[in-house]
């Protein structure tokens, strides 16, 4: 019996590919590729709400009774975020890039596990860059998976693949899907009797979101470098980022698991909290003189609960330990120029 190894992100269609697949009478395992920059794995588990903390790979592994396998890329995506053959999308999304990529791991994982075909739940024509009709034979080209890779979902708009030309999946009973419509998917999920998955939202990858984008690029500028390490794609995602100069910049936290995120790294970073008054965590990024700490002082000020009085006191404390308390204005919103804002326009 052929055995299929299957792209699995936690949204609806990889969930659908695979069940599609087990249809057929075929053992799937998944494969989960840890980036760094996925917004549910690591925001939703920060942030203080009432919504459910899941992992959606991990729920779908669960639901779809399937082996998951989470694989740490962080270190190896690296060089493909900053610098893509095929270019970014909209944003900083090296989306086509990216497609390949995983695809190339699978075709390695297949191949070392003794599995013989690759599924994903591309949708022709849902992606502006990655799922178009001729960047998916990219794909399958240079990824190396050729006729291996089957989409279950839009099969029938494609050429043949090895699974179907050996007989090891039916063409007939594979999908025709297209377009960027969700309504087919929500309706062969009813029929399944899968409910309860991620809501389509254009897919859970930071790099497609204009605000993260800023901030990134910001980053580099400021460092004079294109690079990045993990603790510094975590930060992004998290907080207000300011910069009201070339040297530094301040993170302040938004609500209250985003502040205690932000106090595990000041052993790393100068660090303000408010003593007079309820207020953010906050960071300072850079090189900072005192002028420097008082004006993120201000800052830091007006996203408390003495925003509006006339002074606010507040700790600073050094990475090595030391502290000190310094007594500032807060900022009024009028005294806060727009460009120092790391937000999309």
């Not at 791991?105 to 596990?113: N, S």
């Not at 409910?195 to 993260?212: E, I, R, S, V």
């Not at 006339?310 to 007594?327: D, K, M, N």
Request: hydrophobic share 35%; glycine share 8%.
């Amino acid at each position: 019996m052929p055995k299929a190894v299957a792209l699995v992100s936690g949204g609806l269609d990889s969930m659908l590919a695979v069940r599609v697949i087990q249809e057929q009478g075929i053992q799937v395992e998944g494969l989960n590729f840890f980036t760094g920059f996925c917004v549910e794995g690591h925001t939703h588990a920060i942030r203080k709400d009432a919504r459910p903390r899941r992992n959606n790979a991990l729920w779908v592994a669960e639901r779809l009774d399937i082996k998951l396998h989470l694989v740490d890329v962080v270190e190896d995506y690296r060089d493909l975020v900053l610098n893509p053959k095929y270019g970014y999308g909209a944003n900083l999304n090296p989306c086509l890039d990216c497609k390949i990529f995983m695809v190339r791991r699978a075709l390695e994982w297949m191949h070392a596990h003794g599995f013989d075909f690759i599924i994903t739940g591309e949708v022709v024509g849902q992606r502006p860059k990655s799922q178009r009709k001729d960047t998916m034979p990219v794909v399958q080209q240079d990824s190396g998976a050729g006729e291996r890779l089957l989409r279950p979902l839009c099969a029938k708009r494609l050429p043949p693949t090895l699974p179907e030309q050996a007989g090891w999946v039916e063409r007939e009973r594979l999908f025709d899907f297209s377009g960027r419509s969700r309504k087919p998917q929500m309706a062969l999920a009813k029929k399944y009797g899968l409910d309860d998955y991620a809501q389509p939202a254009g897919g859970c990858c930071f790099l497609t979101d204009p605000q993260y984008s800023v901030r990134l690029t910001d980053l580099w500028s400021s460092r004079g470098e294109r690079t990045y390490e993990l603790d510094d794609i975590m930060l992004l995602k998290v907080g207000r980022h300011i910069r009201p100069g070339p040297g530094f910049k301040v993170i302040i936290a938004r609500e209250e698991g985003e502040g205690r995120f932000l106090s595990g790294y000041r052993h790393r970073f100068v660090s303000l909290r408010t003593l007079s008054h309820s207020g953010p965590e906050a960071l300072i990024d850079g090189v900072a003189t005192d002028g420097d700490i008082e004006l993120a002082a201000r800052l830091v000020a007006r996203y408390g609960q003495g925003r509006s009085c006339e002074s606010v006191r507040l700790e600073v404390r050094t990475p090595a330990g030391s502290t000190r308390e310094l007594v500032v204005r807060p900022f009024t919103p009028q005294e806060i120029p727009r460009e120092w804002m790391l937000e999309a326009r």
